[in-house]
């Protein structure tokens, strides 16, 4: 690349798992008017100002079509220049960067929100099946994900006591952020002695219902440098979808992560990302996703992210930690978690992480998916260099 894309200030709301309080709008514009706030900049598409405006939903979510609409006047953009991602919204953030990279916009605003206590999660989430051959089996992401976790651990020998111990750190980490949802103290014991949703997938195996809202500010790197004293740049970024029917595809693999990761690595100039990575931030609804995608990632081999949880080494304060900010598992929503992951992995390489931070962190991975069985996987490294 010949110029860098540097992020310039990144703001969340606290995670809440119902904001009947405040509307989409308003929702969103809490986290907006902060990065507005921390630049100084206004809306002007004369070179001055803030150029174009991101923005991610879901009209399912919002129960209406044009989700978009619902947030255009809170976010700055009305009757102006504003593009709408409909998926995980580290892909908003990727959409931003190639905007910038194409030399159309300079500074680029990119805000996500998602009202998930607002909507009803299986129907939303069966209608994303093919209504021909699936939506009439009544499949949502659950009874899919607890498909591909009962796959996964059949295939590679991964146990209930190590997804437990995946469910143990996250909710652990979670005190230590005050954007978190719900931070507890847990034993492996409350996990696997919680309600079965679908088996092999409990209660506490699983995110809660979220609202919440995250946005960002994107800049070339001469004007990141002006607004920024601590710019954190954008060093590789890649997504992949996998194929379109659960039954085309070993559910125990994750191919599409893989690919999107190799690429993302390859832009970064990574070749062992197990040593280069300092702190990954991973996108996780269901505990077994966050060692599923540790391998799809190449953080370890495959199989083998059941003996890493066990050894320690993602504890914070361990080799490699992941999701010291508590993760999806406590409370993040869906559409919204991507660029959660961004947000805490810009916090990290600035050293403004609070507790939780990483000593030292000089590279972050960012990872988000989208549908069923993680079908579209997103890849982001950000660099403090």
């Known amino acids: 690349m010949a110029e860098r894309v540097g992020i310039v200030a990144v703001a969340q709301t606290k995670y ?7 509307n989409e709008g308003e929702l969103v514009y809490e986290a907006v008017k902060q990065v507005l706030q921390e630049t100084g900049l206004k809306f002007a598409q004369d070179g001055t100002g803030i150029d174009a405006t991101v923005t991610c939903s879901q009209d399912f979510w919002d129960g209406r079509t044009i989700s978009s609409c619902n947030v255009m006047s809170y976010v700055g953009h009305h009757h102006s220049d504003e ?19 194409s030399g159309h916009q300079d500074v680029v605003l990119v805000a996500t929100h998602c ?11 069966n209608a994303a099946m093919d209504p021909i051959f699936l939506r009439v089996l009544g499949l949502d992401f659950l009874s899919a994900a607890a498909l591909q976790a009962r796959r996964y651990m059949y295939k590679y020998g991964i146990t209930p006591y190590q997804c437990a111990r995946v469910v143990v750190k996250n909710r652990g980490n979670a005190k230590r952020n005050p954007f978190a949802q719900e931070p507890l103290d847990l ?6 002695g919680s309600q079965v949703l679908a088996s092999p997938i409990r209660r506490l195996d699983a995110k809660p219902t979220s609202d919440g809202a995250c946005a960002m500010i994107l800049a070339t790197e001469r004007k990141a440098k002006k607004l920024c004293q601590k710019p954190i740049w954008i060093e590789g970024v890649s997504n992949c979808y996998e194929t379109h029917y659960l039954g085309d595809r070993d559910l125990a693999e994750c191919d599409a992560l893989v690919k999107a990761a190799k690429k993302a690595y390859k832009m970064a100039d990574i070749t062992d990302a197990r040593k280069q990575v300092n702190v990954a931030e991973i996108s996780e609804e269901y505990s077994y996703q966050e060692l599923l995608w540790m391998e799809g990632l190449g953080l370890c081999g495959r199989g083998e992210a059941g003996k890493i949880i ?22 993040n929503p869906t559409v919204v978690a ?26 972050a991975l960012a990872h988000g998916f989208t549908g069923v069985c993680g079908q579209l996987q997103g ?5 403090k260099a």
């Not at 050894?311 to 406590?330: A, C, E, I």
């Not at 805490?344 to 030292?360: C, D, F, P, S, Y």
């Open 310 to 331: 066990d050894s320690g080494m993602t504890q914070l304060g361990g080799q490699l930690p992941v999701n010291p900010s508590g993760g999806m598992l406590s409370g």
């Open 83 to 101: 593009d709408k991602v409909a998926e995980d919204s580290l892909n908003a953030v990727y959409t931003a960067f190639a905007r910038i990279l």
């Open 115 to 125: 009202k998930e206590s607002q909507g009803d999660k299986r129907g939303i989430e």
């Open 379 to 383: 890849v982001m490294i950000l660099g």
């Open 16 to 22: 809440s798992p119902n904001r009947a309080d405040a």
């Open 338 to 363: 991507g660029m959660t992951r961004i947000a805490e992995g810009v916090l990290q390489l600035r050293g403004e992480a609070g507790e939780r931070q990483v000593t030292g962190a000089k590279r």
């Open 187 to 192: 034993t492996v014991e409350d996990v696997l």
